[in-house]
């Protein structure tokens, strides 16, 4: 496994040629966008590698954002929520078209509660997972190797972990209804950054 460090953006040269699929996932000094920076973007092409983008206030990142853009490459990310409004947020574009594992798990996993990436690599890969540095300083300009080593861990396994719960959906007849809801993401984010995400605009209650 290598871990690359990057200032900014993604260097050309660290971009495969033929890509169909990228596993994606953000660090930030918080939950809430207008309050708290973007600080690292991780990515993984499927080949053990993990790289993290540090950013401080320039997102221009012309590089990345020609991989986020790209129609043809699939974004794979855990709580792709949280994930493709930051990056809505902060570099200005779209991530798509993506694929949340999270919102696969709890379609399928219906026999549990648990749908953390933590559990999810424990079950289906049969790995641990170290959450320590979760709720680090990401804000920190000399990152430690705990805080790449964690970071990387979040992006490493999500291409297999979409592997088996593919299985499972397609198992469940799911597929359909999963895809119908990583298209209706946008919309959610949208009103999430409208000032709606705590309000469920369906719910029949006054």
């Known amino acids: 496994m290598g871990i690359f460090l990057y200032k900014d953006d ?3 040269s660290s971009i495969p040629d033929d890509i ?7 660090e930030a000094m918080g939950l809430l966008h207008r309050r708290d920076r973007l600080c690292l973007v991780q990515l993984s092409f499927n080949d ?24 043809n490459i699939t974004k794979i990310f855990h709580f792709a929520r949280f994930d493709v409004s930051i990056i ?8 798509l078209p993506c694929y949340c594992t999270k919102i696969a798990s709890r ?4 026999y549990t509660d648990n749908h953390s990436l933590k559990e999810l ?21 000399n990152l430690t190797d705990k805080q790449k080593n964690y970071a990387a861990s979040d992006v490493l396994y999500l291409h297999r972990i979409k592997e088996k719960l593919d299985l499972m959906l397609k198992r469940e007849n799911r597929e359909e209804l999963a895809q119908k809801c990583f298209e209706f993401l946008p919309t959610r984010i949208e009103l999430d950054l409208m000032g709606w995400e705590n309000v469920d ?4 209650q006054m």
């Open 10 to 12: 993604l260097p050309a």
């Open 121 to 141: 690599c424990l079950e289906l890969l049969d790995t641990k997972l170290n959450k320590q540095q979760q709720s680090s300083d990401w804000g920190n300009e």
């Open 201 to 204: 605009i369906f719910n029949h």
């Open 20 to 26: 169909r699929s990228i596993a994606i996932d953000t």
């Open 48 to 71: 053990g590698n993990a790289h993290l983008i540090q950013f401080r206030n320039n997102y221009t990142a012309p590089n990345l954002r020609k991989i986020l853009e790209n129609k």
């Open 107 to 110: 379609l399928v996993r219906t």
């Open 88 to 95: 809505r947020y902060y570099l200005e574009t779209w991530a």
